[in-house]
């Protein structure tokens, strides 16, 4: 189900605080305070109505004392002075430019800054200065700007089943990310896999009995191939073209779905069978709506991470992991509604 498109009639105040955001980030090393612009640009964003006094503002969610005081002046005046301080910052513009490339951070860019870095030509021309993946994010960093759109993400999705299942039937994909909650473009690809052969050691016993052959049991000696051999598949077919980081449950790196198509960014990660609806749920995102929905079940006594949904104990220690086997049983163990994917702002 796709998302349906909302009118958005504070798209330019949010893009403002967004903006700002962005140079408390870059310029400032603030990473909190851009946090919390892009939670209210996110709030403003949603709002279905045109934002005309302040106290309407500050009725939404994620609007503290220090935001508002911008979107006072922008009701006033159409402007934001802070903005126009940004704006006029020429470091600003050297720290933009430079943390356009994948895992350049700001103390980064600052960094190579003062080692006299003022371009991505200057970059191209000083890559010992970079690491592996900072040196692949310079290589794609136009096509790693550019949006996926969903036509292209369903494209990778049948591609990626057809080549998985091709390895072993018995393995389960999601594709989860901005995709999974319905949004017409992605950032990147965001793969789960798991299999039932591969188990977490708090639930080796039960799926023990299951499992037909090689059960993998998590622990940290024995090496597990389920992952590598998916890459190293998807890279003799040329889908995968370079690699960031690999580990037994953990891969990131690029990939081209077709001649035609831009270079991508994509995580793949393999779960436990046992744990793989908690991963599925995590991963489906967005990054805000899980923090929502963390405090919400922080509030009824769980605590709920990627792997896993607990009970807190009386002591505040968390209790023995509940069986999941559907994002639906989260919701079910939490006693609130499900939320549609197309929800999770
Ligand atoms: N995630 C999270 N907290 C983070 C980072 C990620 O909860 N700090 C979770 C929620 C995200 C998911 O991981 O939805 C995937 O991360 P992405 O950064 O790929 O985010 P999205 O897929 O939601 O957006 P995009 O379209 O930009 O890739
Ligand atoms: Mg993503
Ligand atoms: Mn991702």
Redesign the pocket.
């Known amino acids: 189900k796709v998302r349906p498109r909302a009118a958005k009639p504070n798209e330019e105040l949010a893009n403002i605080l967004l903006e700002i955001g962005e140079y408390e980030k870059n310029v400032n090393l603030q990473p909190f305070k851009y946090q919390a612009y892009r939670r209210a640009a996110q709030s403003l964003s949603e709002h279905p109505e045109k934002i005309k006094r302040i106290e309407d503002a500050k009725a939404l969610k994620g609007i503290g004392k220090r935001i508002s005081e911008k979107i006072s002046e922008y009701l006033k005046t159409g402007k934001v002075s802070k903005l126009m301080e940004a704006r006029k910052n020429d470091k600003s513009k050297i720290l933009k430019e430079l943390t356009r490339v994948a895992g350049v951070g700001p103390s980064h860019a600052q960094k190579l800054l003062s080692e006299g870095i003022k371009s991505l030509e200057d970059l191209k021309s000083h890559q010992n200065l970079l690491t592996h993946q900072q040196i692949i994010g310079l290589k794609y960093v136009d096509d790693f700007e550019q949006?996926?759109p969903r036509s292209e993400m369903a494209e990778i999705e049948k591609f990626l089943f057809e080549k998985i299942k091709k390895i072993d039937k018995d393995y389960t994909i999601t594709l989860?990310?901005?995709?999974r909650?319905g949004?017409e473009?992605?950032?990147?690809v965001?793969l789960l896999i798991t299999h039932p052969n591969y188990v977490s050691l708090r639930y080796a016993e039960e799926y023990r009995l299951k499992a037909t052959k090689n059960l993998i049991i998590e622990t940290k000696k024995s090496p597990i191939d389920l992952l590598k051999n998916i890459v190293n598949k998807l890279s003799e077919i040329g889908f995968i073209s370079d690699t960031l980081a690999l580990g037994e449950t953990k891969f990131m790196g690029v990939c081209k779905v077709a001649h035609d198509k831009l270079h991508r960014r994509i995580?793949i990660r393999l779960l436990p069978y046992d744990e793989y609806y908690c991963g599925v749920f995590?991963?489906?995102?967005?990054?805000v709506?899980?923090?929502d929905i963390r405090k919400i079940a922080k509030e009824k006594n769980f605590i709920l991470n990627?792997y896993c949904l607990r009970k807190l104990n009386p002591d505040g220690t968390p209790g023995k992991a509940l069986k999941v086997e559907s994002e639906e049983d989260i919701f079910r163990h939490l006693g609130i509604d499900f939320i549609p994917l197309e929800e999770r702002y």
């Open positions: 949006r996926i989860c990310g901005s995709y909650r949004l473009s992605s950032g990147d965001d995580d995590y991963m489906t995102g967005s990054d709506f899980n923090r990627e």
